[in-house]
């Protein structure tokens, strides 16, 4: 099992950058295949981005490419989202999850595990 701690979110102008960080619990970190969605005001839960249990394959939903970028660091229990170029609806609670599974999915039923959820909201 493992637990995920999401922080790094906040207030940011529109075009400005953050980077958010999904600390995860246990040793078998580098199993599991990662991702984040988020979930808007109103809105369904929806696929942001996802990364292999190696990092060498990574996947974006086509409204955040070129402007987002997720890693991780295995040694660190630890994946990243850096968000640049943010814009008003980008705003949503950004959640982490994890899939114990070579495969990654953009699915979120697919997912076992998830955090509690952080805040990032853009103004204009």
């Known amino acids: 099992q493992v637990q995920l701690v999401e922080s790094g979110g906040g207030l940011v102008q529109a075009g400005g950058s953050l980077r958010l960080s999904c600390a995860a619990s246990?040793?078998?970190?580098?199993?599991?295949?990662m991702a984040w969605f988020r979930q808007a005001p109103g809105k369904e839960r929806e696929f942001v981005t996802a990364?292999?249990?190696?990092?060498?394959?990574?996947y974006y939903t086509d409204s955040v490419k070129g402007r987002f970028t997720i890693s991780r660091d295995n040694a660190k229990n630890t994946v990243y989202l850096q968000m640049n170029s943010l814009k008003p609806e980008d705003t949503a609670v950004y959640y982490c999850?994890?899939?114990?599974?070579?495969?990654?999915?953009?699915?979120?039923?697919?997912?076992?595990?998830w955090g509690q959820g952080t805040q990032v909201t853009v103004s204009s």
């Open positions: 999850a994890a899939r114990d599974s070579l495969v990654v999915v953009t699915t979120e039923a697919q997912y076992d595990y």
């Open positions: 246990g040793r078998t970190f580098s199993s599991y295949a």
């Open positions: 990364i292999s249990r190696s990092g060498g394959s990574t």
